[in-house]
């Protein structure tokens, strides 16, 4: 509601503006010139506009959904190393991955919040969205899931500090405080 009352006090200002203006001869005309050059805009700009609306359009045949990711059906481990590949971002850092698996493996004290985090917030959304492709006979890229990179390196260091707690308070020397 605010924004548009900001809207109306917006324009009952400019028309206030206008009104009080149009005694100066030197804004009459900057006016008409304005409405010149806004009814040659409108006569260039109309005419195209409605050729692109309501002309004649070209075909797009739409390419498949697996043009820029390996089919899923065909080639699961392609696919499943495209996604995590691109979640993860640079090959140097592949080795991060290995985090995935301490819940898996190991009893970390978190393993089924992380697990749940995983399938909630990285699996799910991809899932749906290629799943929309799929309906939608729309190719699957990465562009489409790189919101989810930032829950997925949260995941990862969050894998990686249970595993490490889990690790200290395993092989923690009683001796040492």
Known sequence: ???????????????????????????????????????????????????????????YTQPGVFVYAPNLVKDMAGFLKFIFGNLIGRKTLYFLLLGMLFPLIFPVKERFKQILFLFIMVFFPIGLLLLSNIVNNYFFVQRQFIWVMPLFAFLIGWNWDSFLYFLKTRFRNPGLK
């Open 1 to 59: 509601m605010v924004p548009c009352l900001w809207d109306i006090n917006c324009l009952l200002a400019n028309a206030v503006f206008l009104l009080t203006e149009l005694r100066n001869k030197l804004f009459i005309t900057i006016l008409k010139d304005s409405a010149k050059f806004m009814l040659i805009v409108f006569c260039i700009a109309i005419p195209l506009w409605l050729l692109s609306v309501f002309g004649t359009h070209m075909r």
